[in-house]
């Protein structure tokens, strides 16, 4: 979709563990296909996509693909203040993983300015049924605890993948409307880069009042 007529940048970051799929999760939603595995990441790389919600405005998401290793951990640190969404993805197989979002979540907290984050729980390699060990159950009362929604995915069989983005682009959107998070000079988190066309009411005759006749 044409980026050129986006009213808003949103910043949304993917973070979790090392080899838990963010990238996989990210190429898939942005619909860039490569051969084989990616390459772990280093430091952040980033990704872009415009998307009309259904009920608001088009907007255009800049979408930061964290590594997960601890190495980078001073390089991603430094974006976590210039988010307003965020998605904690853990696998489903790997229980370390699962156990490590709370960290994760208190990394991001620790580092936001008054503005608010939103994120979303992700369990993702959905697909590995047979070798899972965190059950639905478990991953939805955490989400629950963290004051957060819960969705698993899939990046080899594209299960759920845009609906968690859609989810978390939509729960953005309301909380921007509703004044919960506010456009601010200098945050990355959300820009308002197109401004809706207003008709211009000429001068005088602003306020109509009543019918004089
Ligand atoms: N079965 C299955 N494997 C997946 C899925 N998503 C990713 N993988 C595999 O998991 C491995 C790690 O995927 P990445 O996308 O590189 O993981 P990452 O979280 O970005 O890793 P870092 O960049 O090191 O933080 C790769 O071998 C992927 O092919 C999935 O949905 N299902």
Request: aromatic share 8%.
């Amino acid at each position: 979709m044409d980026a050129g007529r986006c009213r808003y940048q949103f910043r949304i970051a993917l973070l979790g563990d090392a080899a838990v799929g963010k990238t996989s999760l990210l190429r898939c939603y942005a619909g860039i296909a490569e051969p084989g595995a990616p390459e772990p990441t280093a430091g952040v790389e980033f990704y872009s996509r415009a998307l009309q919600l259904p009920a608001g405005p088009r907007v255009k998401l800049q979408l930061c693909d964290t590594a997960g290793h601890e190495r980078f951990r001073c390089i991603t640190r430094s974006f976590y203040r210039n988010v307003v969404g965020v998605l904690l993805v853990f696998d489903v197989t790997n229980r370390e993983s699962f156990e490590h979002i709370q960290d994760w979540h208190e990394e991001v907290m620790s580092t936001q300015g008054p503005n608010k984050v939103i994120f979303l729980l992700v369990g993702h390699k959905s697909d590995l049924q047979s070798t899972r060990c965190v059950s639905t159950q478990e991953a939805e009362e955490l989400a629950t605890s963290l004051g957060m929604a819960f969705m698993e995915t899939s990046a080899k069989t594209n299960w759920n993948v845009d609906l968690a983005f859609d989810t978390l682009t939509d729960a953005i959107q309301q909380a921007l409307q509703q004044g919960h998070i506010k456009l601010e000079e200098g945050w990355g988190g959300v820009r308002l880069i197109h401004k809706a066309h207003v008709p211009q009411v000429p001068s005088g005759r602003q306020h109509p009042g009543p019918c004089q006749c």
